[in-house]
Nanobody
Framework: QVDLVESGGGSVQSGESLRLSCTTS????????MGWYRQASGKERELVAR???????EYDASVKGRFAVSRDAAKNTLYLQMNSLKPEDTASYFC???WGPGGRSWGEGIPVTVSS
C-alpha cells in the first residue's frame, strides 16, 4: 500500500496556471508508474497524464501541449503543471501510484475550478 497526498488545487481564471503536487510514502523510483486522473461533476473519471518508471509520458488529447507531468525522486513527489487552464478543466484531480503486480493506490483528490 502506498499513501499519496495531493496539494496545489484551487480556483483560477481561464488562461491562468496551477501546479498540482502529489507526495508519496514510497520512493517514486520504486513505483512502476504514476499519473493523474480527473473527474468532473456527473462524469466518469478520466486519465489526464501519466509517467512510466522509465520516464515516458502520455497525455489525454484535451490537455496535450498545456499540461506537463513530472516527478522529483528526491522529494518523492509527482507534479502536474497546468497552463492555459480552461473552464472545462474544472474537476477533482486524483493522483495514483502503480506498484507490484497490478497494485494501484490513489490520493483522495483535490478540486480545481477554472472560471471564465
Amino acid at each position: 500500500q502506498v499513501d499519496l497526498v495531493e496539494s496545489g488545487g484551487g480556483s483560477v481564471q481561464s488562461g491562468e496556471s496551477l501546479r498540482l503536487s502529489c507526495t508519496t510514502s514510497e520512493r517514486v523510483s520504486y513505483l512502476t508508474g504514476m499519473g493523474w486522473y480527473r473527474q468532473a461533476s456527473g462524469k466518469e473519471r478520466e486519465l489526464v497524464a501519466r509517467i512510466g518508471q522509465a520516464g515516458y509520458t502520455e497525455y489525454d488529447a484535451s490537455v496535450k501541449g498545456r499540461f506537463a507531468v513530472s516527478r522529483d525522486a528526491a522529494k518523492n513527489t509527482l507534479y502536474l503543471q497546468m497552463n492555459s487552464l480552461k473552464p472545462e478543466d474544472t474537476a477533482s484531480y486524483f493522483c495514483y501510484g502503480a506498484w507490484g503486480p497490478g497494485g494501484r493506490s490513489w490520493g483522495e483528490g483535490i478540486p480545481v475550478t477554472v472560471s471564465s
